[in-house]
């Protein structure tokens, strides 16, 4: 079945530093892909997407690049905050009649002074 | 702002307890979900209405009923919870449940005791 893989956290970072936060996917076709991200106490927020193959997905600075060949879709950061500090999910979708979402478990950014 | 509202934000049950969850989005879409979140577990994927149908449940143990009277309001009833039901519900929408992302609410903290 389809599933989503996300790197283990914490992941703690100094302010300004560069975040890669990685994820890959197995899928029998070609999913959009998504990152959400949850602050304290908050529910899901989605960041970004992407719907095929190449497409790059862009918000608030980050990033992530819908990688066919290496079924993944790393998200980046050239320069993190302590805003950030949140935890990201990777997740996949079939549109579709049977269509969910699919969620990775979860990665948690500490970004510290 | 999502556009997803839930209430309460938190919810205190005894066992022997019934009360319900209430979610309600202003966004025009068809399809809503209900999702449990709990400590270091993937998101699980509970119910899925599109069009006021429900069109999944996950093998979600009877005491949780959810009611869907129209596309913009979602219950989730509670009684004769357990202790492990503990955790963050979380209410989502889309525009219908074969495509496009998830809108998600903020949540509510659920504590059995």
């Known amino acids: 079945g389809d599933s989503v893989t996300q790197m283990e956290g914490p992941v703690t970072l100094s302010e300004e530093a560069f975040l890669t936060i990685n994820c890959t996917y197995t899928?029998?076709?070609?999913?959009?892909l998504f990152w959400y991200v949850q602050y304290p106490g908050e529910g899901l927020q989605l960041l970004l997407k992407a719907t095929k193959a190449d497409d790059k997905g862009s918000n608030k600075g980050f990033e992530a690049t819908y990688r066919k060949e290496t079924t993944s879709f790393h998200l980046e950061k050239g320069s993190v905050q302590v805003s950030d500090s949140a935890v990201y999910f990777c997740?996949?979708?079939?549109?579709?009649?049977?269509?969910?979402?699919?969620f990775g478990t979860g990665t948690r950014l500490q970004v510290t002074l | 702002e999502t556009g997803v509202t839930q209430t309460p934000r938190h919810l205190v049950m005894g066992m022997t307890n019934k009360k319900s969850l209430k979610c309600e989005q202003h966004l025009g879409h068809n399809a809503m979900y209900w999702y449990k979140q709990s400590a270091k577990k993937p998101l699980e994927l509970m119910f899925v209405?599109?069009?006021?149908?429900?069109?999944e449940n996950n093998s979600v143990p009877s005491r949780f009923s959810p009611e869907c009277p129209n596309s913009s309001h979602l219950f989730l009833h509670l009684h004769t919870l357990q202790p492990e039901d503990s955790a963050l519900y979380l209410c989502?929408?889309?525009?219908?449940?074969?495509?496009?992302?998830?809108?998600f609410g903020q949540g509510t903290r659920l504590t059995v005791v």
């Open positions: 899928a029998t076709g070609y999913p959009s």
């Open positions: 989502a929408s889309s525009l219908t449940a074969s495509r496009t992302e998830a809108f």
């Open positions: 997740a996949l979708l079939y549109t579709g009649t049977a269509s969910k979402l699919t």
């Open positions: 209405y599109n069009f006021k149908e429900q069109t």
